[in-house]
């Protein structure tokens, strides 16, 4: 039976009432299945699942996915080579008259670097509360999250969602993952701390390295170039946008 420190007592029913609840506070309670399961969950994001085992000596293997994780966040240096694509999504060659501007199309990125600033200045105690593994786990939640929802809005032709995914929420994921690998590396280099913060610094810088050639494949690959219909065509101009009957159908077409 668990022991507990009674207070000082003037009465025997009040001494009888403390033994009741001495006795009552050691008995296990009874959870159910869906406690249990928000017990394990909350079990697994905790602070103290994130730190290694005393038989976990090698420090040399937390650079990689300190290094890998920065890797990830470093896609938004790539943002260069989808922005001139997205300034002509309907005139594929040339922007037509409902595309993006080149300033819009590049507003995204400088969002998402104002939100990664903010982020991570102002979740700073409340990473160290939580720990890495749940800082990390919101960050990709919300730079996932952000990346899907941005293209949804280019699919959608919606500026305004590719600005709050990419934007907001990506740089809020950015804010929240730049810092534990960081710091998490000085930690296990204590001794070489120019040397861990450099290492994970490299795979953000590296990010556009690998995502810009990735994405400019990924647009070759699943781009459709449009048809060309030659020199002479019959046009018709309606609110700013050129028309010529195509198949018996009214279609827009650009000059290029």
């Known amino acids: 039976m668990l022991l507990c420190r009674a207070p000082a007592l003037r009465s025997v ?31 697994i994001f905790s602070p103290e699942k994130s730190v290694a085992s005393p038989n976990f000596t090698n420090r040399w293997a937390m650079i990689a996915p300190a290094f890998l994780t920065h890797l990830c966040i470093g896609a938004p240096y790539a943002w260069s080579a989808m922005s001139g694509p997205l300034t002509r999504g309907s005139g594929f060659v040339c922007s ?14 400088s969002i998402l670097f104002a939100f990664h600033g903010m982020s991570a200045a102002l979740a700073g105690k409340w990473q160290m509360k939580v720990g890495t593994r749940a800082t990390i786990s919101a960050a990709a939640l919300s730079f996932g999250g952000g990346f899907l929802l941005s293209a949804v809005g280019v699919a959608t032709h919606n500026i305004g969602l590719v600005y709050l995914g990419y934007g ?10 730049y810092t534990p690998p960081i710091q998490t590396l000085i930690d296990w280099f204590p001794d070489k ?16 390295l690998l995502f810009a050639p990735t994405a400019n494949i990924l647009l070759e690959k699943f781009s459709r170039l449009p048809t060309y219909l030659g020199t002479a065509v019959d046009t018709v101009t309606e609110n700013g946008r050129l028309y010529t009957e195509i198949g018996g159908k009214m279609m827009e077409v650009v000059y290029a």
Do not use: E, H, Y
């Open 96 to 109: 037509a008259a409902d595309d993006w501007t080149m300033t819009s199309a590049t507003a995204p990125m």
């Open 168 to 177: 907001v929420l990506g740089g809020i994921g950015l804010g929240l993952s």
């Open 13 to 43: 029913a009040s001494m009888r009432n403390a033994a009741f609840r001495c006795i009552a506070s050691s008995l296990p309670s009874k959870l159910n299945v869906s406690q249990q399961r928000n017990l394990s969950i909350s079990n």
């Open 193 to 208: 701390k120019g040397l861990a913060g450099g290492l994970a610094i490299m795979g953000f810088g590296s990010g556009a």
